[in-house]
């Protein structure tokens, strides 16, 4: 079974923050639980190289926007290589692939009348690229996502394209298709946006005042505006319309911020239905990111978390691991430089790693390796159980909205087991000659428990998960993986247990 799963192509106006860092990492989790199902994936990541605010940054640094923009893709490609991002594609629209099929997509729907040219008065936002209703404003004349920015009164000749003839369609897809949007509060958020006939989309902005885009093939003097441009990547990308694009795209998963929705869930379906092609399965919305006290994010503040700084500080997989448990779809989460330190050293370290260092360091030294299991006690069984429940719920399916849950039920299994450890107190039974094989027992059932929350854990945090498994001298599982108990051997030698989260001051 096929999966194609894509993330927003990021505006390279400036650094790459948190936000970028997490949905591409989401993508990726996804994208390994797929994997680990034994489907055949490939994700889509990348950036969006045109527009008017990355022509200003570029000009802003005095620099050629083609020198700027591959500056700024290699800022962006460093980052999703440093947090594991395991894509398939790294998206560039500068690329001349893209930009064909982006003009031959437009000839279409001008060949079929389904673009016209008017005249266009406006504000506009040019933190949004887009012209603004005065129903969308705030209260002085502002933005409502750019209170900075003073609004542009714009009057020039564009070229629109026609939502409204695809509206009723678009509702009866989302009706009949209750998992087109994921979670289904973005659903009602979708259909409200539906509710009202849909104004025309401009397409275009005069090359007068935006050079760096794609020209428009019937017309010189424009380049195309930005998302009708940026969309089209998901396609781009499985060479459409050649190739065996088709097998993919109708396996095709969009994941996208709430901020996003209006466009991936109007623009986008009603673009392809004017392109006659057929819509992608689905949408997979999360909230933002905030600051400590659930304020935004900003220089200002000081509360900016930068995602490089923390996986060189923490280890990549502190910073994985914290957009994963901590993320919400349906609402907004918050993040710091602390927070990720302290669950850090309070789960990963003091849980998962204590444990392994603790059992591992005791079977080795009293047990040369793997002890042998004997005779399971109730006490043994439930703790088996816990961690065995917890690893299956990884080896389903998992949606971004359950991501958060699943690897809480595996800190649960790894506290339990710590409590286990210790309460069993393997270090005493070995005291006694008639007590040594239960002691072997207990180290048993906490290392071969620990070995199948790793391998869960091998989808949030690989790199970690990796090398805790070769710590237990195990092979990494196969795919399909079916999480399943005793595969230890008793007297398999173990590898070098090193500290798996090294303390961080
Ligand atoms: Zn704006």
């Not at 700027?68 to 398939?88: H, M």
């Not at 008065?121 to 690229?129: L, S, V």
């Not at 990796?466 to 030698?493: E, F, H, R």
Request: charged share 25%; proline share 6%.
């Amino acid at each position: 079974m096929k999966s194609y799963l894509t993330t927003p192509i990021y505006y390279v106006n400036a650094a790459p923050h948190i936000g970028h860092a997490h949905t591409s990492v989401m993508a990726d989790i996804l994208k390994r639980n797929k994997l680990a199902r034994g489907m055949d994936v490939r994700l889509s990541t990348g950036c969006d190289e045109h527009g008017q605010k990355n022509q200003e940054a570029a000009e802003a640094l005095n620099l050629a926007p083609q020198d700027y923009l591959d500056q700024r893709a290699e800022e962006f490609q460093r980052l999703f290589d440093l947090v594991g991002v395991d894509y398939d594609y790294y998206v560039r629209t500068t690329r001349p692939g893209h930009k064909e099929a982006v003009a031959r997509a437009e000839q279409q729907l001008f060949d079929a009348g389904l673009i016209v040219k008017k005249s266009y008065t406006g504000k506009y936002c040019k933190g949004c690229e887009q012209f603004k209703k005065e129903s969308d404003l705030t209260e002085d004349d502002r933005c409502p996502e750019h209170n900075n920015i003073e609004l542009e009164l714009i009057d020039e000749p564009n070229y629109f394209f026609p939502m409204e003839p695809y509206r009723q369609r678009l509702i009866d897809h989302i009706n009949a298709n209750p998992d087109f949007v994921d979670p289904p509060m973005y659903r009602g958020e979708l259909l409200k946006m539906l509710a009202e006939p849909l104004e025309d989309l401009s397409i275009s902005r005069p090359k007068a005042r935006v050079s760096l885009g794609i020209e428009l093939p019937f017309d010189a003097d424009h380049v195309t505006y930005v998302w009708f441009d940026a969309l089209l990547n998901y396609l781009t990308n499985l060479e459409f319309p050649g190739g065996d694009y088709q097998d993919w795209w109708s396996e095709c998963r969009h994941l996208i911020g709430k901020d996003i929705l209006k466009t991936h869930g109007v623009y986008w379906p009603t673009m392809l239905m004017a392109l006659d092609l057929p819509l992608p399965k689905g949408l997979v919305v999360h909230g933002h990111w905030l600051g400590d006290g659930g304020v935004k994010m900003s220089k200002t503040l000081g509360n900016v978390v930068d995602p490089i700084e923390v996986a060189e500080k923490y280890g990549v997989d502190a910073l994985r691991y914290y957009l994963a448990r901590h993320m919400r779809t349906e609402s907004d989460s918050q993040i710091s430089a602390e927070t990720i330190a302290q669950v850090y050293s309070s789960e990963l370290a003091n849980k998962f790693g204590n444990l392994l260092s603790r059992a591992g360091k005791f079977a080795k030294a009293r047990f040369d390796g793997v002890p042998q299991m004997g005779q399971l006690t109730e006490a043994d069984e439930a703790v088996r159980a816990k961690a065995l429940a917890a690893a299956q719920g990884l080896a389903k399916e998992i949606t971004l909205t359950q991501l958060p849950e699943r690897v809480a039920a595996l800190v649960d299994a790894a506290e339990e087991l710590n409590a286990y450890f210790a309460h069993s107190a393997p270090w005493d039974l070995m005291k006694e000659e008639a007590t040594q094989p239960r002691a072997g027992t207990v180290v048993y059932v906490a290392l071969d428990s620990l070995r199948l929350l790793f391998e869960a854990l091998r989808q949030v945090i690989p790199v970690s998960s990796d090398k805790a498994l070769a710590m237990m001298g195990v092979d990494l599982p196969a795919a399909p993986w079916s999480p399943a108990l005793d595969q230890l051997q008793g007297g398999a030698p173990l590898g070098d247990i090193e500290v798996l989260f090294a303390r961080v001051d």
